[in-house]
């Protein structure tokens, strides 16, 4: 009898284990497939706002043909300039090389490209990398963009701290001679964010890790001085 007994309890044992594995098992295929489905749906999610960042955006009058830069002057030298507004290093390019571009535009030996990016956002409490960027957008949209950008420097907020209000860009934007109405409708509209995001997005994607980053004829300048820019369109020219 005991014998039968103790029969029964080893087999009740042998199935209680296989039921647990079997729990066990199907644990692991529930879990595997849900982070298949999760990675699925990431996957998916990414790619959606990925198009949408980089498809959907409204470019401002003067940009370039990929729509990256806002383009001033037309000669057969490019000098691609990737700043960020409240970048300190960029205010101090704009203070010392700024009048070198300038002359080099007026000199017709230049075409200088202006790209706004928006990289240092966490340096302010309510995204002023991508509100000045856009803004600059509006200042364009006006014929203005470089007198707006010089503007934006000389009043640079500094990093950590909210930034301009956007009453305080489009007072900016009146000062140099920018219709308030209009342009201040497009600061407040957010019309050139989008567009802001493909600026962003593109410089990122050819490699631009810092700010201010120049380039002549796609050759990076490591000191962009006011003699090293002169000399390397010079050299690019001939």
């Excluded at 199935?15 to 594995?21: D, G, M």
């Excluded at 295929?29 to 949408?52: H, I, K, T």
């Excluded at 940009?63 to 691609?80: E, L, M, R, S, Y």
């Excluded at 990122?204 to 390397?232: F, H, W, Y």
Aim: charged share 20%; aromatic share 8%; glycine share 10%.
């Amino acid at each position: 009898m005991s014998s039968r007994k103790g029969q029964r309890d080893a087999a009740r044992v042998v199935r209680e284990q296989l039921a647990r594995e079997r729990r066990r098992r199907r644990t692991i295929w529930v879990s595997a497939a849900a982070v298949v489905v999760l990675v699925v749906a990431g996957v998916v999610g990414w790619v959606v706002w990925s198009n949408q960042r980089s498809d959907t955006f409204t470019t401002p009058p003067g940009a370039n043909a990929a729509g990256t830069g806002i383009v001033t002057g037309g000669g057969p030298v490019t000098v691609d300039v990737y700043e960020d507004f409240i970048c300190p290093a960029c205010h101090q390019f704009e203070q010392t090389s700024g009048a070198t571009l300038d002359q080099l535009v007026a000199d017709n030996k230049a075409k200088v490209v202006y790209h706004p990016v928006a990289y240092l956002n966490r340096f302010s409490t309510t995204d002023y990398s991508t509100r000045s960027s856009a803004a600059s957008g509006c200042a364009a949209a006006g014929g203005k963009f470089r007198e707006y950008a010089k503007a934006l420097f000389a009043k640079q907020p500094p990093e950590g701290s909210a930034g301009l209000s956007n009453d305080e860009l489009i007072d900016i934007g009146a000062g140099v001679g920018l219709d308030r109405g209009s342009f201040g409708g497009c600061v407040k509209d957010g019309t050139y964010r989008t567009w802001t995001d493909h600026v962003t997005d593109e410089a990122s994607r050819s490699k631009v890790t810092g700010t201010p980053t120049i380039m002549v004829n796609g050759q990076p300048l490591e000191n962009p001085t006011p003699d090293a820019l002169n000399a390397a369109v010079a050299a690019a020219g001939k």
